[in-house]
């Protein structure tokens, strides 16, 4: 990972920390939404390269109905390798996310190892109009979209990823 000082300016906007603690609070959010528990650590490792990788946000399911497995199967055989890595391209601001969220209280961890999100920390982030809604909206349904699933480890099954 790049200082900030050697990030190009493009990215730096793509992964601060703000940003990024905002679409993991998005997500985890609806996962509690759905599920009514934390979303399992390893998962938050997942939302930035299903949601800000463009191509692959733009071919993300439109309802949480269609399965993960349905929808992994769907897609070009080479998928696989290109999300592995995205994956671990964005493992570093995945975790500077974490601890820019944890710093400022917008998560917590429960008794279960599992992220919970605090309530009442960015009511008015969820109000922007701007080209980033997109993002935020796919963060959303990334959240409720693996909640869906009995076990995590099913998800990173489908996507061939060793957590």
Excluded at 110 to 132: F, R, W
Aim: aromatic fraction near 14%; hydrophobic fraction near 45%; glycine fraction near 4%.
């Amino acid at each position: 990972m790049l200082n900030w000082e050697e990030r190009p300016f493009e990215i730096a906007n793509l992964v601060n920390p703000a940003f990024c603690s905002l679409l993991l609070h998005i997500s985890v959010g609806d996962f509690f939404k759905e599920k009514r528990n934390g979303m399992p650590y390893a998962l938050l490792f997942l939302i930035f390269p299903l949601t800000l990788h463009e191509p692959t946000r733009e071919v993300l399911p439109s309802d949480t109905r269609t399965l993960l497995t349905e929808w992994f199967k769907e897609q070009p055989e080479e998928f696989g390798k290109i999300f592995a890595d995205q994956v671990r391209q964005f493992v570093p601001y995945t975790r500077e996310a974490v601890i820019f969220g944890m710093q400022r209280s917008l998560f917590d961890i429960d008794e279960n190892g599992n992220i919970t999100h605090n309530t009442g920390h960015l009511n008015s982030a969820y109000q922007m109009k701007s080209p980033v809604v997109a993002i935020m909206n796919s963060a959303r349904f990334v959240g409720r979209w693996f909640a869906k699933l009995e076990h995590e480890s099913l998800i990173f099954k489908v996507f061939g990823i060793c957590p």
